[in-house]
């Protein structure tokens, strides 16, 4: 028997910039780990206002750039159903945690985290700006903080498998 896969969801707004950038790197991460066939990995918007919607031509074009084809995203709205079956929810910003806590009652404690919690940098402001109202450069930057905190990332969620496996012994990860 198979067990079922670790999920991680990412959350921002719209669904149509930040998560889905972060989906995308993560999920490429956790391929380059040999970690693909144990973690799924979706992304929601906090909001309905992008629903159906690719993702924004310039987090595309980003993606794009290094390699990663997102042209078969469309934006989901964040439901109760999506937020039970998930093992980690990464908010991109702090204005999404509020929503997030609500909708996951007590498991926020130890499902919910700022995607930069993990950025082994260790960031003073862990929130990642809505690039949408900005021009590239601000989608670069939004690049950068997720490629950062990936890197901090794929070893937490190393971590948190560890107790799904058998023969190990360890217990679940907390970031920092």
Same mark, same amino acid.
């Given at each position: ?12 707004? *719209? ?39 690719p993702i924004d031509p310039r987090a595309g074009a980003i993606l794009r ?32 945690l509020g929503p997030l806590r609500r909708m996951l009652g007590d498991r ?18 862990? *929130? ?23 890197? *901090? ?15 190990? *012994? ?7």
């Open positions: 028997m198979t067990a079922a896969p670790f999920r991680v969801l990412t959350v921002c707004t *719209g669904n149509i910039c930040r998560s889905p950038m972060a989906e995308y790197v993560l999920r490429d991460a956790l391929e380059q780990e040999g970690l693909g066939d144990r973690v799924e990995v979706a992304s929601l918007g906090t909001t309905g206002w992008e629903v159906g919607n750039e290094h390699g990663l084809d997102p042209s078969a995203h469309r934006a989901r709205a964040t439901t109760r159903e999506e937020l039970a079956g998930a093992d980690l929810v990464l908010a991109l910003d702090h204005d999404h926020a404690e130890d499902t919910l985290f700022m995607l930069r919690d993990f950025d082994p940098a260790e960031p003073e402001d862990t *929130g990642i700006r809505d690039p949408w109202y900005g021009g590239e450069e601000d989608f670069q930057t939004v690049w950068d903080q997720i490629t950062a905190a990936t890197e *901090g990332l794929v070893p937490a969620i190393k971590e948190r498998l560890a107790p799904r496996d058998p023969a190990s *012994g360890d217990s679940a990860a907390e970031p920092r």
